[in-house]
């Protein structure tokens, strides 16, 4: 029997100011995680020497310019450095348009290694914001970068840990904006894009649950109509489609019936009805995935932590879960990690 090889992931580095760095260390001082694939990070090889020194285990760094001179070997970390961020641009814990510039420039570069196909995903760690609005780069997170250099048409954010998973109609907007996104065919559109994804990582026939918008999923018109007016006909027509929707029911009790295996996955109507059930049932292993992109990324489910990086306490399961959870989509098993 032949071995399986190994599918290489690309890891961007995210902001070198945040706990970014600390993370992979951490990860890719897993043996499991090369058991499994052949990781390398685009970012910088100096970040990574610190975040090396800053964990103490006993790894190095070998600097790459082209996947095909990865080495791929467990104690080694291989790194694409683009060389475009000065180590003295760096001061852990302090937003840099430099280290905003560079993040982006390492999702970029991620970017374009998937659609040549030299990698099999794309694995993020945080960036900030901050950081990259101020080296010009208004308002984009990792997802509305991609979809916007890809041309997506429909895309979504799913987050899943454990056995529940949620992807969201809506992510950042306010409350009052996301109830306006609440429309017919938004909610047909994603209910499609979350049953062809699903399909396409080993679902059979994927179970989806549809979260209402307002409480008691409207109570007849009497706390809303969103319900009646359009996440009714909605599921209706996905439903003619084919898509094995049902709702929409009660936020407040839609998340236990997943948990207990009733649903492959919940669409959410904004970002909080998604983002806080995730996070309590399982925030340290919680991993976000994008739907609808031309290619598979999976990202870790926490910001840059400004206020502890460089002190070596950084929680890493979140970010080597995004890289287990890449590797079983890739070969088909679904959300296993």
């Known amino acids: 029997m ?40 685009i970012g910088s090889s100096y970040a990574m020497t610190g975040a090396i020194k800053l964990i103490k285990k006993p790894l190095k760094v070998h600097e790459i310019n082209r996947v095909s001179e990865m080495l791929a070997q467990y104690g080694t970390i ?22 905003g510039r560079a ?18 995903a794309m694995v993020t760690a945080p960036i900030n914001k901050e950081a990259t609005m101020l080296a010009g780069y208004e308002g984009l997170g990792h997802l509305e970068y991609l979809a916007k250099a890809t041309k997506a048409r429909v895309y979504a954010t799913m987050l899943a840990t454990g056995n529940l998973r949620c992807v969201h109609l809506t992510t950042h907007y306010s409350l009052r904006d996301a109830c306006d996104h609440v429309k017919k065919q938004r909610i047909v559109d994603y209910l499609k894009l979350t049953d062809d994804n699903f399909r396409n990582w080993g679902f059979g026939k994927p179970r989806i649950g549809v979260a209402a918008l307002n409480p008691h999923a409207g ?11 359009e996440i009714t006909p909605a599921v209706k027509e996905a439903v003619s489609q084919g898509v094995d929707a049902t709702g929409p029911l009660p936020a407040d009790s ?12 919940v669409l959410v109507m904004y970002h909080d009805q998604g983002h806080i059930p995730i996070k ?10 994008a739907l609808g992109l031309p290619f598979l990324r999976t990202a870790v489910d926490h910001g840059t932590a400004f206020d502890i990086a460089g002190k070596g306490i950084a929680n890493a399961e979140s970010m080597a879960e995004a890289m287990k959870v890449a590797v079983s989509l890739i070969e088909g098993r679904g959300l296993t990690g």
Not at 78 to 99: E, F, Q, R, W, Y
Not at 254 to 265: L, P, Q, S
Not at 280 to 289: A, I, N
Request: proline fraction near 4%; glycine fraction near 8%.
């Open 2 to 41: 032949a071995v399986k090889e190994r599918p290489i992931l690309g890891i961007t580095m995210g902001d070198a100011a945040g706990i970014g760095p600390e993370v992979l260390a951490k990860s890719l001082a897993m043996k499991e995680i090369y058991d499994i694939s052949r990781p390398f990070i």
């Open 78 to 99: 291989d790194v694409m450095d683009m060389h475009n961020l000065d180590p003295k641009d760096i001061t852990v814990g302090k937003v840099s348009a430099a280290c």
């Open 103 to 120: 993040s982006i420039e390492y999702i970029h570069k991620a970017m374009e290694l998937s659609l040549a196909k030299e990698i099999k």
């Open 219 to 229: 109570e007849d018109g009497m706390f809303g109509r969103e319900e009646i007016d």
């Open 254 to 265: 839609i998340f236990n019936h997943a948990i207990n295996g009733v649903f492959d996955v």
């Open 280 to 289: 309590v049932h399982g925030f340290e292993k919680s991993v976000s995935v």
